[in-house]
């Protein structure tokens, strides 16, 4: 069955802080892996990794893909209040009829002022 | 652009009665998902179209629940009759051909009594 864990669950830093989310994943034929930002309701795509080592960057939020390991970091730098959120990892699988998306469990990130 | 709509927000219902969701996807989206999140997960995949087609529904608990997509663009999910168990946010997204990062819509809460 395939499966994705994410660690921490949960995680409280003050604002300045780096942080460091872990994706690890057992999926039948991957194709990639996605990264959401959950904050009321509606998950927004982050990033999309298909290669291993080559960093994807937006601002102060970057990500890299290992398949050796079958796992993604998500680094969040200079942390900011409004960084508090559900950041949630989806790895998709190929089908013959097409494709599937398994989500983790998220990392609830709360950021103090 | 507009996003994903979805309607209603928030529903709740005693159990035993029937609900429905509706969901528009963005224009030109032809590929269009549902998903169920419970507290403190992911979302879980319940069905997935391509244009009018359902070509996965294995997750779609199909003795209460039903879908439909009629001329490939919006689309309804039912639940008749709802259980305690099906209390949860269901999302709708969507996704451009080829393409695997979704949009999601706001959701709808669903709280069965």
């Known amino acids: 069955e395939d499966k994705v864990v994410q660690s921490p669950l949960s995680l409280v830093v003050h604002e300045g802080d780096t942080v460091t989310l872990n994706c690890s994943y057992e999926v039948t034929n991957f194709r990639s892996l996605l990264w959401y930002k959950q904050e009321k309701k509606a998950p927004t795509f982050l990033f999309m990794l298909?290669?291993s080592g080559i960093e994807k960057k937006s601002g102060r939020l970057s990500s890299i893909l290992d398949k050796k390991e079958l796992s993604s970091i998500l680094n969040i730098t200079a942390t900011q209040t409004g960084d508090s959120a559900i950041y949630l990892c989806?790895?998709?699988?190929?089908w013959g009829y097409g494709q599937n998306f398994v989500f983790g469990p998220g990392t609830r990130l709360s950021v103090l002022p | 652009e507009a996003g994903v709509v979805q309607s209603p927000r928030y529903k709740i219902i005693e159990k035993k009665q029937p609900v429905a969701f509706w969901c528009n996807p963005i224009?030109?989206?032809?590929?269009l998902y549902w998903y169920r999140q419970n507290l403190g997960q992911g979302p879980e995949l319940l069905i997935r179209?391509?244009?009018?087609?359902?070509?996965?529904d294995s997750q779609l608990p199909k003795d209460r629940f039903s879908a439909e997509r009629l001329k490939g663009v919006d689309s309804t999910l039912k639940i008749q009759p709802a259980e305690l168990g099906d209390s949860a946010v269901y999302l709708c997204?969507?996704?451009?051909?080829?393409?695997?990062?979704?949009?999601f819509g706001p959701g709808t809460r669903l709280t069965v009594t």
């Open positions: 989806a790895v998709e699988a190929v």
């Open positions: 298909t290669s």
């Open positions: 179209y391509e244009n009018e087609e359902a070509v996965d």
């Open positions: 224009s030109g989206h032809n590929t």
């Open positions: 997204a969507s996704s451009n051909p080829h393409r695997p990062e979704q949009y």
